[in-house]
């Protein structure tokens, strides 16, 4: 069975070709024009396989597609291929056991959201799909993704992210630790997940010095429209802003370089899943690896190397290790 990203392209141009009466279809113009349709839709241009093809014309056949009624008409040593009913469609037929699989596999996925405010709608959805397609009970939920239902802020949510579409300015009453709460006038472009807690990113008028600014969901009050003109993201590329950070704190310092010896016990945890982007292996022996990381040091990166202390010994840079050094004793003075 077909199963890259690309199938449901490929079929939908086997499709046109098989219901097209004024052409006929040769395998290699089938490979053409699946070749097209990849590249219309996907920029590709490396074109698709003759066996490829094949495969999807099998597939489109079998049960486990849609058992199209194909006609293939011998012309000299060639074949062509066509629809025995030109009316014929795979797009007016019931889902196939294959795509009825891929609904299963999206709805359980979706699940996953119903407790998130701007997917309010979602649960009216599912209950009609699951209804129509009669998949209630009919696999096992086997994914999970992190989420707290409970964290504080999330009710903002749903009207954050319409202001950011929207391109609406907001007042946000905003408390900080310990402190009371103040209002800002705040011009919204970005949210971010970190450590299952939603952040906020954007322009706030009252931190001139900043072009972007960071608010925690769950420190946020109260929130309402300003009427003012909204001030669009010119600076900053979010696609690349935290990519010298680990987590969401991106202070206005330039990268640094982080050397780390770990304990060869640990270093496939740390293999697998990196702490950062740019990490590199500098040397391996046989009690532990040698790591090379570059970016911005932040709090996020303390906290992350503080799991691994007791396996972890900071070569570089200096002020690195003593602030880890003066964290692990006030640890130790705490828990004595």
Request: proline share 4%; net charge neutral.
């Amino acid at each position: 069975m077909p199963t890259n990203k690309h199938a449901q392209i490929r079929y939908q141009a086997l499709d046109r070709c098989f219901r097209n009466p004024g052409r006929r279809y040769f395998i290699e113009n089938l490979v053409g024009a699946c070749s097209d349709a990849i590249y219309e839709h996907a920029g590709i241009a490396n074109g698709v396989k003759k066996r490829q093809v094949q495969d999807d014309i099998a597939f489109m056949e079998s049960e486990a597609g849609w058992s199209i009624p194909l006609a293939k008409i011998r012309d000299g040593k060639r074949v062509y291929y066509r629809y025995e009913d030109f009316r014929y469609s795979i797009n007016s037929q019931p889902l196939n056991e294959t795509e009825l699989n891929q609904l299963k596999e999206t709805i359980y996925t979706l699940t996953r959201f119903k407790g998130m405010p701007q997917f309010g709608w979602m649960e009216e959805i599912l209950a009609r799909l699951e209804h129509t397609f009669k998949l209630k009970g009919a696999t096992v939920n086997a994914v999970d993704f992190e989420h707290n239902p409970y964290l504080k802020g999330l009710n903002f949510f749903s009207d954050i992210f319409n202001a950011i579409v929207n391109k609406q300015p907001l007042r946000i009453d905003y408390k900080k630790f310990n402190k009371d709460a103040k209002e800002y006038i705040f011009h919204p472009y970005f949210l971010k997940q970190y450590n299952n807690r939603w952040f906020l990113f954007g322009l706030c008028e009252h931190i001139e010095k900043r072009p972007v600014t960071s608010l925690a969901l769950d420190r946020i009050e109260q929130i309402a429209c300003a009427n003012i003109p909204y001030i669009e993201n010119v600076d900053v590329d979010f696609s690349e802003y935290f990519e010298d950070v680990v987590g969401v704190s991106v202070l206005e310092k330039a990268p640094e370089q982080v050397i780390l010896e770990i304990d060869n016990v640990l270093f496939p945890y740390v293999e697998t899943k990196p702490l950062h982007g740019s990490q590199k292996i500098k040397s391996i022996n046989q009690q532990a690896t040698t790591i090379e990381l570059k970016l911005i040091i932040n709090y996020e990166l303390e906290n992350l190397l503080l799991a691994y202390i007791d396996k972890v010994r900071i070569v570089a840079p200096d002020h690195l290790r003593e602030k880890m050094l003066s964290r692990v004793r006030e640890a130790i003075r705490k828990n004595s």
